[in-house]
């Protein structure tokens, strides 16, 4: 199982900035992306979707959607991310089959990642655990959950929620297999750079438990 940097988009409409930026970022060693735009149309998100999966085979790295099943059915993604709006695990492992990858956002609920793994998910994610310029959280994840899920959640966890290498630095001591990112390299001056500082957070930590279904 991988463990690194999970990038996830902006809501850049500009598709050439978002392919040249997320190109960037992948080459320098994100272990996976996924694309979220929550204002896109579904023609924009067809063809960014489209661009990205491509740039994603070039450095064999999977690509999740988030929330939209049938665009990852449409484009052949490699899963899918559900919050508690969407579609539950259970419908979208239903849908997409046992070889792709289903993400869960769990919020600060370890009741949730229980369901969540019980149904067929193939991580889960905490936050947020710090204020985000992306999402609006209305509460505040503890970090003391990291530890409390890995004691029985047989999967990899992310953390998510106003992620820098500083930030994460802790809840990756703590066992975080992944962390999802988005303006801290989005936004940053040199791509790449940050990349290789939340990579270098990973160096000497324990590989964690295989997940259920598709690989991470």
Known sequence: MHQGLYLVTP???DTDQLVDTTRTALHAGATMLQYRHKGASPSLRREQGTALLALCRRYNRPLIINDHIELCLTLDADGVH?????ASVAQARS????????????YGDLALARAAQRDGASYVAFGGFYPSRVKQYSFRTDPAIIAQAKAEIAL?????????????????????????????????DVPGAVVREFDALFAGQPK?????????
């Open 11 to 13: 809501d850049w409409d």
């Open 82 to 86: 559900v919050g508690g709006t969407d």
């Open 95 to 106: 849908i997409l089959g046992p070889g792709k990858i289903v993400g869960a956002s769990c």
């Open 156 to 188: 990899p966890l992310v953390v998510i929620g106003g992620m820098t290498p500083a930030n994460a630095a802790p809840l990756v001591g703590r066992g975080a297999d992944l962390v999802a990112a988005i303006s801290s390299i989005y936004t940053a």
């Open 208 to 216: 964690s438990c295989a997940n259920q279904g598709a690989t991470v």
